[in-house]
């Protein structure tokens, strides 16, 4: 929607956003500021307009400079507010009941703004919302101003390098926004920085298998970590042999785009003391592709497979993030397990037994299951290598989680008291929602197969998303803090609605951002 999107812009703004509660009066502070623009008139005459109710997803817009603005006479056209006519407008959006207000809430009230924006072609808009959110208990600035800073930078979001020449480059502004609460420009810089990681992820969601293969992964991972001071290393080719990275070697050995393991390391500021914390471990499956192997996928099932990386991409923006905007107190490593599921005199059957390196054999009897074979290698490593502090993994695991929990809640499996309620108070303050599901030991003995330690794919169907996390907790040691995200529901948003378009989502990144921020 947008080329860039920026806190900062002199002289006058092309829209000034002020907000209002359902059932209630402007409030004096954003009277204030619409007397500041010199035409009061005109808004209060809009706000007795019927569509005026301040309603979650209401905006009135109001263009001050036209004759007759509040009454819509005297504009060209048959809706020239629409049109983005000639002026200075005011946006007045509707932040619901105030009662039920969450400043979670103004992600969508900034998607909503920035089609609006965009519409009316907006170089510069002035966001006025403490008066509003003074009227609410508790209501922090520097949040709500973060929360709307990321609903503006995910709308935002453009991936328009794959539309080739017979498609026209349409026209975009850059866009310059700006607050008068120093806490909630604040805010503005940080929630644009996380939309920026966000939306890296987004991008490599959206590109192709022909192009993002595991190798691409891993240069994508080297540029950016040049970028923002990250280290950086892979384990490749032999190495992974003698590391013995059992599920990225055979699951990776059918392609000719050949399997990796991608390894990040921030590092904080601040001396020994920091530096030598226990790190915080980021795993993320990055499939580049999933044709489900010999176990072949059928009727379409290949259409977006593209996407089963979607938990390294994710793990990738994250660590921009805290790189670039959080910058802890504390070490984190990303491992991304990169590998494509392909078909060939090479591939991996059913039947196969594979023993890693943490001594647990697996038979295989659904080459479709191969997300939870290569997160094994990065969890076994993690425990033996990174003496982690807790390990968080992302992964398109399993449809099981669909069906359970749609694309409203991610599936959320963590047995470890601390680390889940860090994870919820950093689902909550991302708006990344998570739902717990159970573990129990009956689970792990669905995993166990009468010929090796356990099967990765039960046939039965019970209990389908558990048995993805059932056979993942025999490669994490038990007195490590672990949590698995199945994001299966929420990685891709199917319509266009609050601060995302139809497409990815970039779930995850915020809240591992503001995990890492809370340790």
């Known amino acids: 929607m947008f080329n860039t999107i920026s806190v900062g812009g002199k ?106 924006l965009s519409a009316i072609k907006a170089q510069a808009v002035q966001v006025e919302l403490g008066g509003a959110l003074g009227q609410v208990k508790g209501a922090d600035a520097a949040r709500a101003g973060s929360a709307f800073g990321e609903g503006l930078g995910l709308i935002g979001w453009v991936c328009d390098e794959f539309k080739g020449k017979a498609t026209p480059a349409p026209k975009r502004t850059s866009l310059k926004v700006r607050s008068s609460d120093a806490e909630f420009s604040a805010g503005l810089e940080r929630g644009l920085g996380l939309a920026v990681s966000a939306n890296l992820c987004r991008t490599l969601s959206n590109t192709p298998p022909n192009i993002a293969t595991p190798a691409y992964m891993a240069e994508k991972a080297r540029r950016m970590a040049r970028e923002v001071g990250l280290k950086w290393s892979v384990i490749e080719g032999d190495a992974l042999e003698r590391e013995k990275m059992t599920g990225l070697i055979n699951v990776g050995k059918a392609s000719e785009n050949k399997p990796c393991m991608i390894r990040l390391e921030y590092q904080p500021a601040g001396g020994a003391s920091a530096r ?142 601390a680390l889940r309620g860090r994870v919820e108070t950093a689902a909550k303050a991302s708006g990344e929602r998570v739902w717990r599901l159970p573990m129990h030991e009956e689970y792990r003995e669905m995993m166990k197969s009468p010929i090796a330690a356990i099967l990765n794919s039960n046939p039965n169907r019970k209990a389908h998303p558990i048995q993805g996390a059932a056979f993942l907790s025999y490669f994490v040691e038990k007195n490590v803090a672990w949590c698995h995200l199945d994001i299966a529901g929420v990685h891709v948003a199917e319509k266009n609605a609050g601060c995302f378009v139809d497409g990815p989502t970039g779930w995850g990144v915020r809240l591992l951002a503001e995990l890492a921020e809370g340790e």
């Open 11 to 116: 002289g006058a703004a092309d829209a000034l956003v002020i907000g209002l509660f359902s059932g209630e009066k402007l409030d004096s502070r954003s009277q204030a500021s619409v007397a500041g623009v010199g035409h009061t008139a005109p808004v209060l005459a809009a706000l007795k307009r019927p569509e005026a109710t301040g309603d979650a997803g209401m905006i009135v817009d109001v263009t001050l400079d036209a004759p007759g603005a509040a009454s819509g006479k005297g504009r060209k056209g048959k809706d020239a507010d629409d049109e983005g006519g000639a002026g200075t407008r005011v946006l007045i959006v509707g932040l619901g009941k105030r009662e039920a207000f969450d400043v979670g809430a103004l992600r969508t009230v900034a998607g909503n703004v920035g089609r609006k």
């Open 276 to 417: 030598s914390r226990k790190p915080l471990v980021l795993i993320g499956k990055t499939m580049s592709y999933d044709s489900g192997g010999l176990s072949l996928k059928v009727n379409n099932g290949m259409v977006g497979m593209k996407r089963d990386k979607d938990g390294g991409c994710a793990v990738l923006g994250a660590m921009h993030a805290i790189a670039t905007v959080i910058k802890p107190r504390r070490p984190v490593v990303a491992l991304l397990a990169a590998a494509e599921n392909s078909i060939s005199d090479e591939a991996y059957r059913p039947d196969d037994i594979l023993t890693y390196r943490n001594g647990v054999s697996v038979e295989i009897t659904n080459t479709d299951a191969e997300g939870r074979l290569v997160l094994a290698d990065a969890l076994c490593w993690a425990c033996e290598k990174e003496n982690p502090s807790g390990i968080i993994d992302l992964a398109t695991l399993t449809g099981g989680v669909v069906v359970a929990l749609g694309s409203t809640f991610c599936g959320m499996f963590c047995e470890d008291d």
